[in-house]
């Protein structure tokens, strides 16, 4: 038996293919070997995992990007403020979530800016997201530290202008990787997730085959009955996705949190 390891890989979509099928009530014409690839568990599989791995956190998933130089004229076609995201990301990744980007000061160059200074030759700090609108003003100041960020198309804009080098990393989850083999893929999510997959996987598989009953039926095991989804959550019945908990907020359960209170305009 193997032991389940540290945001570990178990499985691959093969291993989930007959757990999808046995959904189906084992229907001969849910299966690989099917002419049409859309109509194989593996296709269902992998737009179950794109969709649900977009939508939660999933630490098998989640990575650092490469320590990135930011400053005056380093970004994109020159630019100090415009730098090209997939800077900031592993070869051949793209993100579905992040967490802010960290930049590294100097402590001259926090004392600078009123930040408390440590004993340490360089400190990492949290840079804050701003709305495209609220960034506009900062964009075009030169000669700052840029504490604030936003994200506009496939570029990072950061604000104000770096008047120096700094040096920007980011934390990020990864969107899921398939092979071109597509059933050798491995299923980037821990074991309790996967009959929720399988199940999500089953339910596109029976619209595919015209079967809108079970359909139903299986989203509804998902994400409750129907009166759980009109109310929000608030009354009927809950599916198997409202109790689930996600890896941070297990980590997080007896630690105490901090609350910042603040107000802007944006």
């Not at 309790?192 to 359909?215: H, M, P, T, V, Y």
């Not at 989804?229 to 608030?234: L, Y």
Request: hydrophobic letters at 35%; proline letters at 8%; one cysteine or more.
């Amino acid at each position: 038996m193997t032991i389940e390891q540290p945001a570990g890989v178990t499985a691959t979509i093969a291993d989930l293919t007959n757990t999808v099928v046995s959904y189906l009530q084992n229907r001969q014409d849910a299966s690989e070997t099917n002419a049409n690839p859309e109509m194989r568990p593996s296709r269902w599989l992998r737009a179950a995992l794109r969709e649900l791995t977009a939508e939660y956190p999933f630490e098998e998933l989640r990575v650092t990007g490469p320590v990135v130089n930011v400053g005056p004229g380093m970004g994109w076609q020159g630019s100090s403020y415009s730098y090209s995201i997939s800077t900031f990301l592993n070869a051949g990744d793209d993100y579905t979530r992040m967490e802010d980007p960290c930049i590294f000061l100097t402590p001259a160059q926090a004392a600078a800016v009123g930040l408390v200074v440590t004993t340490s030759n360089i400190v990492g700090y949290g840079m804050d997201r701003l709305s495209y609108k609220a960034i506009q003003a900062l964009l075009f100041i030169p000669g700052g530290i840029p504490f604030k960020y936003t994200r506009y198309g496939n570029q990072f804009l950061f604000g104000p202008q770096p008047g120096s080098t700094y040096q920007v990393y980011l934390p990020y989850q990864k969107r899921h990787p398939f092979s071109d083999e597509l059933p050798e893929s491995k299923v980037y999510i821990p074991s309790d997730w996967f009959e929720i997959i399988s199940i999500s996987a089953a339910e596109r598989g029976a619209l595919k085959l015209r079967w809108n009953e079970q359909a139903t039926t299986l989203h509804e095991t998902l994400y409750g009955d129907p009166e759980y989804q009109r109310s929000g959550g608030r009354t009927g019945r809950p599916g198997l996705l409202a109790a689930k908990t996600f890896q941070p907020e297990r980590d997080a359960r007896l630690s105490p949190i901090q609350v910042m209170i603040g107000a802007a305009r944006y």
